[in-house]
């Protein structure tokens, strides 16, 4: 119930397009669902995060779209550029726990192609 | 702003040493700091978590003996592998989180190689 599953584990883009990444959660006591980008050899940086309260959220050209009946959100990214290339980690945690530990996907590695 | 430092980003060293790395939130104060170990093309492992002041909760198969962490003020946290060998080596990576509401943020991670 602790888990989160993502996908797809690799996903290839077009300049131009649009890249979209899928995860589904089980535990409905989760209430914070972050996206995080990692380029190789460095650590995840937040990348845009969505609550339970609203259905969709949109930061530049990334947009999270959430479905709590359906227990699953998505990463959106419009307009994809060669620089997007990095591997997206889905995550989701109970912001007031005691820990607030997240709950990682298994991450998906993005190439978009010039 | 949120930004947290890791040091060193490299270590190379023999087995049977023990290594320290250094997690630091640099404009915040962290109440919270977590250790990650990613092993390639794989997703974050969560360790263990540290409350400043407290002893840190380890998850279920990390040995607490192995991986010391010290969480001894609120912008610094330490994670010391101890008498390390060739299976310790990964990437380690500490992020931290100012309190409840807020996200946590990531180090730029440590390559540990134990040769």
């Known amino acids: 119930q602790q888990q989160v599953k993502q996908s797809p584990q690799s996903l290839i883009v077009q300049k131009g397009g649009i890249s979209i990444i899928n995860c589904a959660y089980e535990?409905?006591?989760?209430?914070?669902f972050p996206w995080y980008q990692q380029f190789p050899g460095k650590g995840p940086a937040l990348l845009i995060a969505?609550?339970?309260?609203?259905s969709e959220k949109k930061e530049g050209r990334f947009t999270i779209s959430f479905n709590k009946s359906a227990k699953q959100f998505s990463l959106h990214i419009m307009d994809s550029q060669p620089g997007d290339s990095a591997t997206y980690f889905c995550?989701?945690?109970?912001?007031?726990?005691?820990?607030?530990?997240?709950?990682f996907g298994q991450g998906t590695t993005l190439q978009v192609k010039p | 702003g949120a930004v947290v430092s890791q040091h060193p980003s490299w270590v190379i060293c023999k087995s049977g040493t023990s290594v320290k790395i250094e997690c630091r939130s640099l404009?915040?104060?962290?109440?919270?700091m977590f250790w990650y170990r990613q092993f390639p093309k794989q997703s974050l492992m969560l360790m263990a978590t540290?409350?400043?002041?407290?002893?840190?909760?380890?998850e279920q198969g990390v040995e607490k003996d192995k991986f010391l962490i010290n969480h001894a003020s609120l912008t610094l946290s330490t994670l010391t592998v101890t008498s390390a060998h060739p299976e310790d080596s990964s990437f380690y990576i500490c992020?931290?989180?100012?309190?409840?509401?807020?996200?946590?943020?990531f180090g730029d991670g440590t390559r540990l190689s134990i040769l």
């Open positions: 404009d915040f104060q962290a109440t919270t």
């Open positions: 995550a989701a945690s109970r912001r007031m726990s005691n820990t607030g530990k997240l709950i």
């Open positions: 540290s409350n400043e002041g407290s002893k840190a909760t380890y």
């Open positions: 535990n409905t006591a989760f209430d914070y």
């Open positions: 969505i609550r339970p309260d609203v």
């Open positions: 992020s931290a989180r100012e309190d409840g509401d807020q996200p946590q943020h």
